[in-house]
């Protein structure tokens, strides 16, 4: 779930002439990091509940930026808009159990197609509560992404599950957490952002993971390492690519995630690619990356 770059990241950084294809690079591993850590995750759910899975994710993820506090001191955690961090940490944590807990449930490359309609809920929700204004073209754009999502569901032609229904509930709130980056990102740096997300997100998850808790092996203990450590160093490669080159050389890549998706389902849990999720898939991102686009160029005209 990382369509989005927070925090300014989306802003190109002037630098070298290499810079771009850093980017690119930056934006595959990223891709890996995210798919690897959804693997790693499917892994551990038959052996311990998902929400446990997201406590040790964020816990480790936020040992991994403590030196921020290390270098900087309390400075990153200064700011006027705490509740809107709170919003923020609390959506968020809430996304990611129902996102862990549903990936552990569907198909894996069904999972990735609908994570990718975070941001056409991120639009339908900003019209409903900010009152913005969309266009026809994104309006049509907003039709045939949620057209997208019916072709990877296919009701009443495949069964729609629980993992489907939470997987879905996890993109449509994870689209009000876009929202609420969107506002933080006008006065807050990345740095302050990443900081209170890892305060707020692991003691929001900690407390549903202790009703459920079961004590990890060692072995469970090293593989949510790693879950802790593909997750953060995702994130920090996905907010690097897009410091170093424009959004619109780096989404489409973004899209790389569903063939990872369908590689790793196929060898690991010996899941038979679906086609629908591909074409569905390819809908849905292709909808949310015009949105993007549109968002972006309106905004350097001064326009909604």
Same mark, same amino acid.
């Given at each position: 779930?990382?369509?989005? $770059?927070?925090?300014?990241?989306?802003?190109?950084?002037?630098? &070298?002439?290499?810079?771009?294809?850093?980017?690119?690079?930056?934006?595959?591993?990223?891709?890996?990091?995210?798919?690897?850590?959804?693997?790693?995750?499917?892994?551990?759910?038959?052996?311990?509940?998902?929400?446990?899975?997201?406590?040790?994710?964020?816990?480790?993820?936020?040992?991994?930026?403590?030196?921020? #506090?290390?270098?900087? +001191?309390?400075?990153?955690?200064?700011?006027?808009?705490?509740? &809107?961090?709170?919003?923020?940490?609390?959506?968020?944590?809430?996304?990611?159990?129902? #996102?862990?807990?549903?990936?552990? /449930?569907?198909?894996?490359?069904?999972?990735?197609?609908?994570?990718? *309609?975070?941001?056409? #809920?991120?639009?339908?929700?900003?019209?409903?509560?900010?009152?913005?204004?969309?266009?026809?073209?994104?309006?049509?754009?907003?039709?045939?992404?949620?057209? +997208?999502?019916?072709?990877?569901?296919?009701?009443?032609?495949?069964?729609?599950?629980?993992?489907?229904?939470?997987?879905?509930? =996890?993109?449509?709130?994870?689209?009000?957490?876009?929202?609420?980056?969107?506002?933080? *990102?006008?006065?807050?740096?990345? /740095?302050?952002?990443?900081?209170?997300?890892?305060?707020?997100?692991?003691?929001?998850?900690?407390?549903?993971?202790?009703?459920?808790?079961?004590?990890?092996?060692?072995?469970?203990?090293?593989? &949510?390492?790693?879950?802790?450590?593909?997750?953060?160093?995702?994130?920090?490669?996905?907010? @690097? $690519? #897009?410091?170093?080159?424009?959004?619109?050389?780096?989404?489409?890549?973004?899209?790389?995630?569903?063939?990872? $998706? =369908?590689?790793? +389902?196929?060898?690991?849990? @010996?899941?038979?690619?679906?086609?629908?999720?591909?074409?569905?898939? +390819?809908?849905?991102? =292709? *909808? $949310?990356?015009?949105?993007?686009?549109?968002?972006?160029?309106?905004?350097?005209?001064?326009?909604?």
């Amino acid at each position: 779930m990382a369509f989005l $770059a927070p925090g300014g990241w989306g802003m190109r950084r002037p630098g &070298l002439q290499g810079d771009a294809a850093l980017g690119a690079i930056l934006m595959v591993a990223a891709t890996l990091c995210f798919v690897a850590m959804q693997s790693l995750i499917r892994r551990l759910g038959g052996e311990l509940p998902p929400v446990e899975v997201a406590f040790f994710r964020n816990l480790f993820g936020f040992m991994a930026i403590a030196p921020i #506090f290390l270098r900087h +001191g309390l400075q990153p955690l200064k700011t006027k808009r705490l509740p &809107l961090h709170m919003c923020r940490g609390t959506l968020q944590g809430l996304s990611m159990m129902a #996102f862990f807990t549903g990936i552990t /449930m569907a198909p894996f490359a069904e999972a990735t197609s609908i994570s990718f *309609s975070g941001p056409l #809920f991120a639009t339908v929700l900003a019209v409903i509560v900010l009152r913005e204004r969309v266009r026809l073209r994104r309006v049509l754009a907003l039709a045939a992404g949620f057209l +997208g999502v019916l072709i990877v569901l296919r009701p009443g032609f495949a069964e729609v599950g629980l993992g489907q229904g939470l997987l879905l509930g =996890s993109s449509l709130v994870w689209g009000a957490a876009i929202i609420v980056i969107k506002k933080l *990102s006008t006065s807050e740096s990345a /740095m302050t952002q990443t900081a209170y997300m890892g305060l707020i997100m692991t003691p929001i998850t900690f407390l549903p993971a202790l009703y459920v808790w079961q004590t990890p092996t060692l072995e469970q203990l090293a593989w &949510l390492v790693l879950v802790g450590i593909f997750g953060t160093v995702g994130h920090l490669c996905f907010a @690097s $690519a #897009f410091r170093r080159a424009d959004s619109s050389a780096l989404l489409p890549l973004d899209f790389l995630r569903l063939f990872w $998706a =369908s590689a790793v +389902g196929y060898l690991l849990f @010996s899941e038979v690619p679906d086609l629908w999720a591909w074409i569905g898939g +390819g809908v849905i991102f =292709s *909808s $949310a990356t015009y949105i993007a686009f549109r968002e972006a160029q309106l905004a350097r005209h001064g326009k909604t």
